[in-house]
C-alpha cells in the first residue's frame, strides 16, 4: 500500500514431440542391406568404417572455461525501506497556482505509483483547467482511476512551509518494486501555464542514498495573462527538492 506523509513545519513453446519409430522401421534401420561399392578410382584402399566419433579439430574445440570467466547473473531482489522526499513549499495568492504532483516512474519512463497531488486538480480540477499539473495528470492516468486511489494519493494544498511525503516502495497494485533507479518527479503548477517540475535518479538497494533534484522552468502566456519570469515570485512555490532512500536494518 502506498504510504505517504505530509508534515509542515512552521509548520509495478510449442513443445515438439518426437514421433518413435514403427518396429518394421527399427528392423530396417538395423538391418541395413549391403550395397555394392562403385570401383575404385585409384590403387588405395577404401577407409574402413568406425564407430567411434571423430575427434574434434584444435580449431573448432572449445577448452574448458576458467572460472573468472564465468558471469554470475542475479535476478532483481526485492527490497524494503522507504523513500523521503522533502521541499520548501511557498503558498501562492490568487488562482490558477498552488497544485503539485509527486509521482514515481522506472528508468523506462513508466508510471509506477502517486505519492501525493493536490486534491483539487486530482479530483476532477483537471478538467476545468487542463494546464494545472498537466504532466502528472497525463501520466498517471488519473482521470480513469477510481475514486480510492484519488483518495489515497491526494489531500489539501498545504500550508507554507517544508513538506514531507513518503514512498514506501510499492506500485500502483501495491507490489514492491525491486531493487535498482528510480525517478523522481515533483511538478509544480506555478500560474496557469507556468510551471516547474523537479527530477531525480535515486537507486535503492542496501545502501542509504540522498541526491537533489533539478529544476526545470516552463513560462508560457496564456489568454490575456501574460509569461512569468524568473524573477517572478512564483518560482518560489517549490525548491530545494531532496530525494533519500533509507533502506530497513534488521534490528
Not at 491526494?154 to 517544508?162: I, K, L
Not at 500560474?191 to 513560462?219: F, H, M
Not at 489568454?223 to 519570469?229: I, V
Amino acid at each position: 500500500m502506498l504510504s505517504s506523509l505530509c508534515a509542515c513545519s512552521g509548520g509495478n513453446q510449442q513443445s515438439a514431440t518426437a514421433t518413435p519409430p514403427s518396429d518394421s522401421q527399427a528392423r530396417t534401420e538395423t538391418q541395413a542391406t549391403p550395397t555394392t561399392a562403385p570401383p575404385a578410382t585409384s590403387s588405395a584402399s577404401p577407409a574402413t568404417p568406425t564407430t567411434e566419433p571423430p575427434s574434434a579439430s584444435p580449431e573448432t574445440s572449445t577448452p574448458p572455461r576458467e572460472e573468472s570467466d564465468m558471469v554470475n547473473v542475479v535476478a532483481p531482489k526485492d527490497v524494503s525501506g522507504q523513500i523521503v522526499i522533502t521541499f520548501d513549499y511557498v503558498k501562492q495568492s490568487g488562482s490558477a497556482s498552488n497544485q503539485f504532483a509527486v509521482w514515481v516512474e522506472d528508468m523506462g519512463g513508466n508510471y509506477l505509483q502517486t505519492v501525493f497531488a493536490t486534491r483539487w486538480t486530482a479530483d476532477g480540477g483537471f478538467a476545468t483547467r487542463p494546464d494545472s499539473i498537466a504532466l502528472w495528470v497525463e501520466k498517471s492516468g488519473i482521470a480513469s482511476m477510481p475514486s480510492y486511489y484519488v483518495d489515497a494519493v491526494s489531500g489539501a494544498t498545504p500550508q507554507t512551509g517544508e513538506i514531507t511525503f513518503i514512498w514506501d516502495l510499492t506500485d500502483v497494485n501495491g507490489n514492491t518494486v525491486p531493487a535498482g533507479e528510480y525517478r523522481i518527479f515533483v511538478e509544480g503548477t506555478l500560474r496557469w501555464k507556468n510551471y516547474v517540475l523537479y527530477s531525480c535518479v535515486i537507486e535503492i538497494g542496501n545502501a542509504p542514498a540522498t541526491v537533489q533534484a533539478d529544476a526545470e522552468y516552463t513560462y508560457e502566456g496564456s489568454g490575456n495573462q501574460p509569461a512569468l519570469t524568473a524573477e517572478s515570485p512564483e518560482n518560489t512555490m517549490i525548491g530545494a527538492v531532496t530525494v533519500s532512500f533509507s533502506p530497513t536494518t534488521d534490528s
